[in-house]
């Protein structure tokens, strides 16, 4: 009797372990599919990407495209008309990306990390229960609010001010893009910076503060510094967020592709003008909307080599504090 017990006890085992292998190996198998899904869907867009850019680069010559300083792909109908070719020099699009992510990150920079260290080091648990939320509350705004708050209030006041100072500021202005994005990215610093901080060791506080430094002076020469790459890391990721913006510039800096660095000029980024290009009916054997994604394929990449840089900083400083 006890045999059969035994028997049968290893034959329930037996089974339930081949049951318990088979739901792992379905889980595996789902999980290696979805991983899949995500690296080819990933692949698709770099593939298109190159594929059209190439196809750009047959009708347009790659020096052209990346040392001109003129951009005006609109081509004519006819070959006897001016410009009929177009030109496609990408110099005044990257010059105001970098102008208007620049302004952003002067406003946003010290805004997020102010209010990192406040909630971090200074704000009760009570405080920050309430603040944090409210403040990563802009960061669930569409970004087309934030593009009418540039157009209607943000550029009026802007045009207004110069004017009572007897500037010249234009309708659009890089300024006006630039600071409403700064407002839109200070909780992805704030966020990120909050965390880098909060994960600075409690015994360099106290040791610190034993040593008879005050909290600010522990905040100003011990924190920051042991905080500084993952802070590094936190604003190249934003600086990336900006980079990648579209509906602001689009409504607040204008589409006129001008080559300066005065941020009370209306200028134009890439982001802006790969919308510009594949709007409405688009012939996508022409030159003009091949264009979009050359465009797309720069932003890529540089969007890319800043998120590389920016996740290697960070998980240098994790491995220095785990």
């Given amino acids: 009797m006890a045999k059969a017990t035994n028997s049968q006890t290893a034959e329930f085992n037996i089974a339930s372990g ?7 190996l379905m889980i595996k198998t789902v999980m290696i599919v979805c991983s899949l899904v995500a690296v080819a869907v990933t692949v698709g867009i770099v593939s298109s990407l190159i594929y059209e850019a190439i196809e750009f680069f047959r009708k347009v010559p790659i020096t052209e495209f990346l040392f001109s300083t003129e951009w005006s792909p609109q081509t004519a109908l006819r070959s006897d008309q001016v410009a009929s070719e ?8 990257f010059t105001g990306t970098l102008l208007i992510s620049a302004i952003a990150m002067i406003v946003a920079t010290p805004l997020g990390l102010a209010s990192a260290v406040f909630l971090a080091e200074y704000a009760s648990k009570r405080t920050r229960d309430w603040v944090k939320p409210m403040l990563e509350i802009l960061a669930g705004i569409p970004t087309v609010v934030y593009g009418f708050f540039a157009a209607l209030t943000v550029a009026p006041f802007i045009r207004w001010t110069g004017g009572s100072m007897g500037l010249e500021v234009a309708s ?3 300024l006006a893009a630039g600071l409403v994005m700064g407002i839109m990215i200070i909780p992805l610093i704030s ?5 880098v901080i909060n994960a600075v060791p409690q015994a360099m506080r106290d040791a610190s503060l034993g040593l008879g430094a005050t909290q600010a002076e522990t905040v100003r020469r011990v924190i920051l510094p042991a905080a500084i790459p993952g802070i590094a890391g936190s604003l190249l990721l934003a600086a990336s967020r900006a980079i990648g913006e579209t509906m602001i510039v689009v409504m607040a800096a204008g589409l006129a592709a001008n080559l300066t660095a005065n941020p009370l000029d209306a200028v134009t980024t890439i982001t802006a003008q790969i919308v510009a290009l594949l709007t409405g009916d688009q012939e ?3 030159a003009k909307t091949l264009s979009a ?4 394929l720069i932003l890529f990449i540089s969007t890319l080599t800043l998120n590389y840089f920016s996740l290697r900083i960070v998980k240098k400083y994790r491995e220095q504090y785990d």
């Fill in 18 to 24: 081949n049951r318990f292998n088979l739901s792992e």
């Fill in 86 to 93: 177009g030109k496609f020099g990408i110099i005044p699009l």
């Fill in 172 to 174: 659009e202005s890089a």
């Fill in 191 to 195: 966020s990120l910076s909050d965390d």
């Fill in 284 to 286: 996508f054997d022409s």
């Fill in 293 to 296: 994604f050359a465009l797309g």
